[in-house]
């Protein structure tokens, strides 16, 4: 399975643009692809999926974490490139048309292996993804915070690592038990989270894959 960061505040591939927000592609096996958020601008965002040879139209399922704009921004150039692909929305979100529209309240699992933990706090969901080596969190803003989102995904299975948005979380002995960390976006204590745990942080940044 893989995940390639495509919206990030930063970038760590040549000829992307870095922009506030937040948007990365999930693959995994037997799974159609899964646009996790969609950043701020539709410009941006499909500039950088035309750079890593992402087309808009092979995405069949997009998750929109919670309804912030830095998150959203970019999922009506998504469903104009691309009318057939599934929405799974927070439960607030309207004025948007697609063939098929879900919106998330409680966790459950969207496809094979593949859950949400429904909405944390009343705000924001985030996504789940089991893999051999346990489950991979994704989160957007992580408003919520990290420890709750750890737990709401707990039903699910054993997390192994987290990607994503982690706000001004700093409660860090939460992350101890995780062997991947990748703080993104809005995360406003990475450089202390990187100092804490340099073997198992990755730098974040639009371009980057993590392959599991
Ligand atoms: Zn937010
Ligand atoms: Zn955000």
């Given at each position: 399975m893989r995940i390639t960061?495509?919206?990030?505040?930063?970038?760590?591939?040549?000829g992307l643009i870095a922009d506030h927000g937040f948007s990365c592609l999930i693959e995994a096996p037997d799974t159609p692809k899964i646009l996790f958020d969609t950043g701020a601008k539709g410009s941006i965002l499909l500039h950088n999926m035309k750079e890593l040879k992402?087309?808009?139209?092979?995405?069949g399922v997009v998750v929109i974490s919670h309804n912030h704009g830095d998150h959203f921004g970019g999922l009506q150039a998504i469903t104009e490139a691309n009318q057939d692909a599934e929405l799974y929305l927070?439960?607030?979100?309207?004025g948007i048309s697609a063939k098929k529209v879900t919106k998330i309240k409680e966790p459950v699992e969207?496809?094979?292996g593949i859950f949400t933990t429904g909405e944390v706090g009343g705000m924001e969901q985030s996504l789940a993804i089991k893999t051999d080596k346990g489950l991979v969190v994704i989160t957007g803003c992580a408003h919520p915070g990290v420890g709750n989102i750890l737990d709401a995904t707990a039903r699910f299975g054993k997390a192994y690592g987290i990607i994503g948005g982690l706000h001004e979380?700093?409660?860090?002995?939460?992350?101890?038990?995780?062997?991947l960390i990748c703080p993104c976006h809005c995360t406003q204590y990475k450089s202390e989270i990187k100092r804490l745990f340099p073997d198992r942080c990755l730098d974040c940044g639009a371009g980057l894959i993590i392959e599991l």
């Open positions: 960061i495509v919206y990030d505040n930063e970038v760590k591939k040549p992402i087309d808009p139209g092979s995405i927070p439960p607030s979100f309207g969207i496809r094979h979380f700093h409660d860090f002995d939460r992350l101890n038990p995780l062997s």
